[in-house]
T-cell receptor, first 110, second 117 residues
Framework: GNSVTQMEGPVTLSEEAFLTINCTYT??????LFWYVQYPGEGLQLLLK?????DKGSNKGFEATYRKETTSFHLEKGSVQVSDSAVYFC?????????FGTGTSLTVIP | GAVVSQHPSWVICKSGTSVKIECRSL??????MFWYRQFPKQSLMLMAT?????????EQGVEKDKFLINHASLTLSTLTVTSAHPEDSSFYIC?????????????FGEGSWLTVV
């Protein structure tokens, strides 16, 4: 079946620290992979995506590479900001259906 | 701006009552919408696929008589939690796709926090 395993939080970092949130997946076929972000009181927003192996998704300084050999899609950012404080969800998509990880809460302190 | 809107964002209801959550696609028509729920510290789980003009398709383990889904128009799907109980307290979120193929862009609503007291 399809599933996503995501690093548990919460994660607390100082401003300008390096961020990694691990995500691995199990899937039949060739899914697309996503990172969504949920800011306090808001809905899910697409952060970045990758549709095939070795693709790198990037947005707002965040990056993730679709690694088929390790079935991973880890999220990274070189220097986090206070405004990055949010909950991050890793997800895979097959057809129109999504499978989500549990979400990782990130708090960045000044 | 939001392309999928949910209402209400927060709702508190008494045990035994019913509560309706709306999901609207703004500026586009969605023949299919999806409803998810999230229990604390767990993943968002697909509950059902809402199909305009026909019955919703429910995931295994989801009670269709308890979670009534109506997709009466191309821009609106509603989820009604009937005879709500405290264990129904959860975060409910909907999504809709722009375009009809599996490669289309999916947008999520803001989510609705339901608390049953």
């Amino acid at each position: 079946g399809n599933s996503v395993t995501q690093m548990e939080g919460p994660v607390t970092l100082s401003e300008e620290a390096f961020l990694t949130i691990n995500c691995t997946y199990t899937a039949t076929g060739y899914p697309s992979l996503f990172w969504y972000v949920q800011y306090p009181g808001e809905g899910l927003q697409l952060l970045l995506k990758a549709t095939k192996a070795d693709d790198k998704g990037s947005n707002k300084g965040f990056e993730a590479t679709y690694r088929k050999e390790t079935t991973s899609f880890h999220l990274e950012k070189g220097s986090v900001q206070v405004s990055d404080s949010a909950v991050y969800f890793c997800a895979l998509r097959t057809g129109n259906q999504f499978y989500f990880g549990t979400g990782t809460s990130l708090t960045v302190i000044p | 701006g939001a392309v999928v809107s949910q209402h209400p964002s927060w709702v508190i209801c008494k045990s035994g009552t019913s509560v309706k959550i709306e999901c609207r696609s703004l500026d586009f028509q969605a023949t299919t919408m999806f409803w998810y729920r999230q229990f604390p510290k767990q993943s968002l789980m697909l509950m059902a696929t809402s199909n305009e003009g026909s019955k919703a398709t429910y995931e295994q383990g989801v009670e269709k008589d308890k979670f009534l889904i109506n997709h009466a128009s191309l821009t609106l799907s509603t989820l009604t939690v009937t005879s709500a109980h405290p264990e129904d307290s959860s975060f409910y979120i909907c999504s809709a796709g722009l375009g009809g193929t599996s490669g289309n862009t999916i947008y999520f609503g803001e989510g609705s926090w339901l608390t049953v007291v």
